[in-house]
């Protein structure tokens, strides 16, 4: 008896068939039989499969239907049917096993007694260029574990239903009569399902099984690939119908809640994404089929999805097609804003219409995803297509950009160009202005002429495809749009142009519509001498020149990719850039790892500039350089440029850390700011670093050994940071923090003079002068989300309609996290997050309500009144981090954990300056000693004074 059946299903797929086959006989586990069934091919697969047979008698066995099935079901049920194995796997004729799969998952199933044993299932791209690959769900393939029931593990049942990257005990599906739907695609979910429920013992094994062969570019389209086949969608709800009853009948309705939202979030979205580019007939089927199973899934699925996927579906559910092909455009390009918007009652939705059904109105609620806190630039607009006409030589083109809550007022200068770019990067680009531009409340209309005979001139061959987009500026500030074509008609004459390379292969442009329904225009022949000549070059491609071109060009692919490596990066900088002679008066400033121009290495740079000191400064940037100096050199970090100049400064100044592998030359003083004392524990104080290895603890202490001085404020700094981080004496620097020259600054000034006006920061946040203001300034939470979204922890419009006639509430989220206010909070809650420098906000506010954030520590130099709100105090202080003194006992003020605190210590804020005052005063006497206001003064007189002459 073989110990594994596997069954390997084929259908007119008699060149890869052997492929499949000999994956299974090459298994490191050698008592394995192959089961071949073919589904009555017309393309001589069974003859491939007898052939097989004949060639390996003892191990492969072929059988084949009488008549096509019209789906993988059948063939897999006979499969069963012939197994002789103790173990059934499944095996399609275009994927293939990983070597040691068998005998891993025996071992696992004789280990455990399971019914069934899942492996990780790779997805290989094969039409790419390196052959892509993506893990199956690989979260639920983390460690070997055995479940007792699928119960136990959901996610098993809602994301993993594939059949073939499994091994069934033979008996089991035997005696449960477990086999696959008959003539329906999509027959994995159904088996699946019912084999979850029906196992005693699953056991799940950490180990790379079965590969999936992705070919998109198949003339013959697989059932995945195949899903704007309206058969296959009929199909798919099908499957789920079943299902939905067999958890029904099982009284699994977590579980079926959890499918609803799997559905919602991948099985609709696969075919939603396709509605764009299908006729009215086709979209009236698809929603006369969708909107029947959609009333079936449970209304608390909506809630668990992301927003723009609940959105469409539930304006499918309402069948309007005008708000439903913008909203996939966004859910085809995410953070696209394809819809007006429209604020109603302080909150922000998707649209006006459909705000009269309650459910339409939770759905359609946008306003967490902060559209309406968004600047212009930072905007992806949608710019539906509206005209198109090809003359002569020229395209003549209108559109309609998306004004979402007016961000585009109807009085303000507005200027655009198209821009027409080669799709391959580095190559040239042509732009055409915009002849009209005309504001339409809810959109901006535009029109354009190009020229593109005479004024567009491609290289030819190496920029074939061109990509189109409008950039338009509004007073000033620029946004870039693509044209989504929609149903804009593009079936008109090819326009003529000159190619510089050659005109034999190109001569026209023909426009089209890119995989992502933008509007692209590609270059080809119409001539029968282009077309020739293009078969011959195609035909070259395709042969050993091609061969040999296209493995030069991934040799210099690798190449360049190698060249741009961190690895490399790191060479450069230690074999080539240290050995480059030291720039003397040279220093690079960085502040928390490039994101700003803020805090210590600021004012130490500002106070240099100050003096008219002799110097070439450097920043750091990530990301886009806004507010940076312009009287500096800027460099994006980890560039090379970067590299180059940490290698030949003669000083580094930053407040975080450079990165940790870069040695720094002897020739060069590191002076770290740093950016706070410590209430949680720091450096070799947390546990996590205790646990590293050896080599791994001498890398971290190598990194903070680069520090020639470190800043610290207190002799608190020095118990802790200072011996968290292991520096020497030598290396402290009792000079308190330069950003804070500033706060010492105002306090002495208040205490002489009296408090003056709020300052031009009140002005541009637009705060009345009789109003106090009040700053929330949490520490950061690792939230998880792609924007690492931060929950205020208390009703902020319920603070704002409080106390929103007396005080201002000022919210600056850590800059690792984000944070989304809601309209109707305008004017009495402002989001101050985008400010790069804190000082000033901190000089601006009455008050300070915050947690842990060492911002307690700075602020304290005011002497104003301080807020603790440590709702999550326990956690934070034992079963995180933990801390150094206890915020009980030392804080400056109130510590509460409830709303209800919150909003009673506001109330009795007056009281707090003299309730607390001697309990600031030792504060600050404990953790800013050495903040005298003089710090950058003291660091530039102790390093950088002599560089005035």
């Known amino acids: 008896m073989p110990d594994i059946s596997v069954v390997v299903i084929v259908y007119n797929d008699a060149e890869r068939l052997p492929t499949a086959v000999q994956s299974v006989l090459d298994q490191t586990l050698r008592n394995v039989e192959v089961v071949i069934v073919d589904d009555c091919s017309s393309d001589g697969s069974f003859r491939v499969a007898q052939e097989l047979q004949a060639a390996h008698p003892d191990r492969v066995r072929a059988?084949?239907?009488?008549?096509?099935?019209?789906?993988?079901?059948?063939?897999?049920?006979?499969?069963?049917?012939?197994?002789?194995?103790?173990?059934?796997?499944?095996?399609?004729?275009?994927?293939?096993?990983?070597?040691?799969?068998?005998?891993?998952?025996?071992?696992?199933?004789?280990?455990?007694?399971?019914?069934?044993?899942?492996?990780?299932?790779?997805?290989?791209?094969?039409?790419?260029?390196?052959?892509?690959?993506?893990?199956?769900?690989?979260?639920?393939?983390?460690?070997?574990?055995?479940?007792?029931?699928?119960?136990?593990?959901?996610?098993?049942?809602?994301?993993?239903?594939?059949?073939t990257n499994k091994c069934y005990r033979r008996d089991f599906l035997i005696d449960h009569d477990l086999r696959f739907p008959k003539g329906m695609f999509y027959e994995d979910l159904m088996f699946i399902a019912e084999a979850y429920l029906a196992a005693?013992?699953?056991?799940?094994?950490?180990?790379?099984?079965?590969?999936?062969?992705?070919?998109?570019?198949?003339?013959?389209?697989?059932?995945?690939?195949?899903?704007?086949d309206m058969t296959n969608f009929v199909h798919r709800l099908e499957i789920h119908r079943r299902i939905d009853a067999l958890l029904a009948e099982h009284g699994l309705t977590d579980m079926k809640l959890a499918k609803d939202v799997k559905f919602l979030k991948h099985d609709l979205v696969?075919?939603?994404?396709?509605?764009?580019?299908?006729?009215?007939?086709?979209?009236?089927?698809?929603?006369?089929?969708?909107?029947?199973?959609?009333?079936?899934?449970?209304?608390?699925?909506?809630?668990?999805?992301?927003?723009?996927?609940?959105?469409?579906?539930?304006?499918?559910?309402?069948?309007?097609?005008?708000?439903?092909?913008?909203?996939v455009d966004t859910l085809t390009h995410r953070g696209k804003i394809s819809s007006p918007l429209a604020e109603r009652d302080g909150r922000i939705y998707w649209c006006a219409e459909h705000l009269d059904d309650e459910r339409g109105r939770a759905v359609l609620d946008v306003t967490d995803l902060g559209y309406h806190e968004k600047p212009l630039d930072k905007m992806f607009l949608r710019n539906q297509l509206s005209d198109f006409a090809v003359t002569d030589h020229t395209v003549r083109m209108a559109g309609d950009i998306t004004n979402p809550l007016g961000v585009i007022p109807a009085d303000t200068e507005l200027k655009g160009e198209l821009l027409f770019s080669a799709r391959r990067r580095s190559l040239q680009s042509f732009s055409f202005p915009v002849r009209a531009l005309r504001h339409d409340g809810e959109s901006v209309h535009w029109e354009a002429e190009a020229d593109l005979t005479d004024g567009l001139r491609p290289l030819g061959i190496v920029d074939v495809v061109w990509d189109v987009r409008l950039n338009l500026d509004v007073n000033g500030t620029r946004t870039t749009t693509r044209l989504t074509v929609g149903d804009t008609d593009l079936s008109q004459r090819n326009l003529p142009v000159r190619?510089?390379?050659t005109r034999i292969v190109a001569d026209h442009l023909k426009p089209h519509v890119s995989a992502k329904g933008h509007l692209a225009f590609q270059?080809?022949?119409?001539?029968?001498?282009?077309?020739?000549?293009?078969?011959?070059?195609?035909?070259?491609?395709?042969?050993?020149?091609?061969?040999?071109?296209?493995?030069?060009?991934?040799?210099?692919?690798?190449?360049?990719?190698?060249?741009?490596?961190?690895?490399?990066?790191?060479?450069?900088?230690?074999?080539?850039?240290?050995?480059?002679?030291?720039?003397?008066?040279?220093?690079?400033?960085?502040?928390?790892?490039?994101?700003?121009?803020?805090?210590?290495?600021?004012?130490?740079?500002?106070?240099m500039r100050r003096r008219g000191l002799k110097f070439e400064a450097i920043w750091s940037y990530t990301d886009t350089p806004k507010d940076f100096p312009k009287d500096a050199t800027l460099v994006r970090r980890w560039s090379l440029p970067y590299l180059k100049a940490l290698a030949q400064a003669e000083f580094w100044v930053d407040n975080q850390g450079f990165p940790l592998k870069l040695t720094k030359r002897p020739e060069t003083t590191y002076i770290q700011t740093w950016h706070g004392s410590a209430l949680k524990r720091m450096g070799f104080?947390?546990?996590?670093?205790?646990?590293?290895?050896?080599?791994?603890?001498?890398?971290?202490?190598?990194?903070?050994?680069?520090?020639?001085?470190?800043?610290?404020?207190?002799?608190?700094?020095?118990?802790?940071?200072a011996k968290a981080f292991r520096l020497q004496e030598k290396t402290l620097l009792r000079v308190g923090y330069p950003r804070n020259d500033s706060l010492v600054r105002t306090r002495r000034q208040e205490l002489a003079e009296g408090r003056d006006g709020a300052g031009s920061l009140a002005a541009e946040l637009g705060i009345a002068a009789d109003?106090?203001?009040?700053?929330?300034?949490?520490?950061?939470r690792r939230t998880g989300g792609r924007y690492n979204r931060f929950e205020l922890p208390f009703d902020v419009e319920r603070f704002a309609e409080e106390f929103g006639d007396r005080y201002v509430l000022l919210v600056r989220a850590h800059y690792l996290n984000h944070v989304v206010l809601p309209p109707t909070v305008r004017g009495r809650v402002i989001n101050v997050s985008g400010h790069h420098d804190i000082t000033p906000i901190l000089e601006l506010a009455d008050a300070l309500i915050t947690d842990y954030s060492s911002v307690m520590f700075d602020y304290a130099l005011l002497d104003r009144p301080m807020l603790f709100f440590a709702y999550d105090y326990d956690e934070y202080a034992h079963e995180s981090r933990g801390t150094y003194f206890d915020l009980h006992e030392s804080a400056p003020g109130p510590v509460f954990s409830t709303e209800e605190e919150l909003y009673a210590a506001v109330k009795s804020l007056d009281t707090q300056a003299l309730d607390y005052a001697s309990a600031r005063e030792r504060f600050v006497a404990r953790f800013g000693e050495y903040d005298q206001g003089n710090a950058a003064q003291s660091i530039v007189d102790q390093f950088f004074a002599e560089w005035s002459r």
């Open 200 to 228: 005693e013992k699953i056991t799940l094994i950490p180990n790379q099984v079965y590969f999936w062969h992705v070919h998109e570019r198949a003339e013959n389209k697989s059932v995945t690939n195949s899903r704007h």
């Open 523 to 607: 270059l080809v022949t119409e001539s029968r001498t282009g077309q020739r000549a293009q078969a011959f070059i195609d035909r070259g491609v395709r042969g050993r020149p091609g061969a040999l071109a296209k493995s030069s060009y991934r040799r210099a692919e690798s190449l360049r990719k190698t060249l741009t490596s961190g690895d490399t990066k790191l060479r450069f900088y230690h074999e080539v850039f240290s050995r480059l002679p030291i720039k003397k008066r040279t220093v690079v400033f960085e502040s928390h790892l490039g994101r700003q121009y803020s805090d210590s290495p600021r004012a130490i740079y500002e106070e």
């Open 63 to 163: 059988f084949q239907l009488p008549e096509n099935s019209g789906a993988g079901g059948e063939p897999r049920n006979l499969g069963i049917q012939q197994a002789n194995g103790r173990y059934v796997m499944f095996l399609d004729s275009d994927d293939v096993l990983e070597r040691n799969a068998c005998r891993n998952m025996l071992e696992a199933a004789d280990e455990t007694g399971s019914d069934m044993v899942s492996g990780l299932c790779v997805r290989l791209h094969k039409d790419t260029r390196n052959e892509r690959r993506n893990e199956w769900y690989p979260w639920l393939y983390n460690t070997t574990r055995t479940v007792s029931s699928v119960t136990e593990l959901p996610d098993l049942l809602v994301w993993d239903t594939l059949s």
């Open 771 to 780: 109003k106090t203001v009040l700053l929330y300034a949490p520490t950061f």
């Open 270 to 327: 696969l075919h939603l994404r396709d509605l764009p580019f299908r006729d009215d007939a086709y979209r009236r089927e698809f929603a006369a089929l969708s909107q029947e199973y959609l009333a079936t899934l449970s209304p608390e699925a909506f809630a668990n999805v992301p927003p723009i996927q609940a959105i469409c579906a539930y304006l499918l559910q309402q069948g309007d097609w005008e708000r439903l092909i913008p909203a």
């Open 685 to 721: 104080d947390l546990a996590e670093l205790k646990r590293m290895s050896r080599a791994q603890q001498q890398a971290q202490q190598d990194a903070l050994d680069r520090f020639d001085r470190f800043l610290v404020r207190s002799e608190h700094d020095v118990r802790t940071l």
């Open 499 to 501: 190619p510089r390379l």
